[in-house]
Structure formats: structure tokens, C-alpha cells
């Protein structure tokens, strides 16, 4: 059997936003909850060393426009704008890039084989499949979170492991 991952718990989450991201990040749980895919969404893709899904992390279109923006303080209604127009600035979306390479953390956590960011996708149009399988069929663990990040605006975070 694949190795089973730990979810972080919502203090780790906001923990991790409010180091990286210089803000107060206060994280809620959502329960167990799945972001419309057909809705603007980011998605991180984690993977183990023989190249297969492990893990995802998608944020909502709110959540990778504050948190994106936050990285390098791109001004708050620069974020605001890409969420009411539907879509990333490209200095934004390379700073989540960045923010989902450090997501890693949620996932290595304890002894569990350690997993690393391999690509990020910005939908729609449409996920790969084999990312869209994982989310829907494969994972095991399913969290959401509710985000937000002080200055900036609230999202949804949702996790999907094995």
C-alpha cells in the first residue's frame, strides 16, 4: 500500500502562510470539501521520487491571488482586481509558484517518505487527468481550509493526500 500522509492541522497552516508571507494568516477549517475545478483555481502537484502523485494543494482563485501577491507585498487591490477579473498577473502567479514549492511542508512531516513541489496548473482549462483522477479517485485524506491572510483577503485551501 502507498504510504499515508498526515494533513497539517489549521494552526500549522496558518502558521507556515504567516512566516512566509509576513502577514497574520488566520486558517478555519472548512471539513472535507472540494474546489469547483471549473472555477478559476491553482493547483500544486506533489510527487515521490518515482514520479507518481502523492499530494495536491489547489487554492482558490481569492486564495492564490492574496497569497500570491502577499509574497513579494504586491499591493492588496492588485489582488483584489485579479480575483474580480478571474485571473493571475504573471508576477503573481510566479510568486505562488514559490508558495506552493514551500507546501511541500504540509506533506513531509513526521516519517513518513519525504515528497517534493513538481508543477503548478492554473484552471481552467483543465487539469491533466492524471491530476484530476488523484484528486477525485485517489486521494485518501481530503481537508479544506478557509484562508485569510491580514491585508489582503480570504480563500479556500484545499488538500488532498494519500
Known sequence: MDTIFRLPTPAAVANLFTILLGKKTVVKPAGDTKIDRNSPVATGV???????????????????????????????????????????????????????????????????PHIRFSEMYLTPPALPEAVGSFADDQALLNLGMDVSIESYGSGQLCLYTL
Open 46 to 112: 506533489y510527487i515521490n521520487q518515482g514520479g507518481a502523485i502523492n499530494a495536491l494543494c489547489v487554492f482558490d482563485l481569492a486564495l492564490a491571488s492574496h497569497a500570491g501577491a502577499a509574497l513579494t507585498m504586491i499591493p492588496p487591490g492588485v489582488a483584489a482586481d485579479q480575483v474580480k477579473h478571474g485571473a493571475l498577473a504573471d508576477g503573481v502567479s510566479e510568486n505562488l509558484h514559490e508558495v506552493f514549492n514551500v507546501c511541500v511542508g504540509f506533506f513531509n512531516q513526521g516519517d513518513v
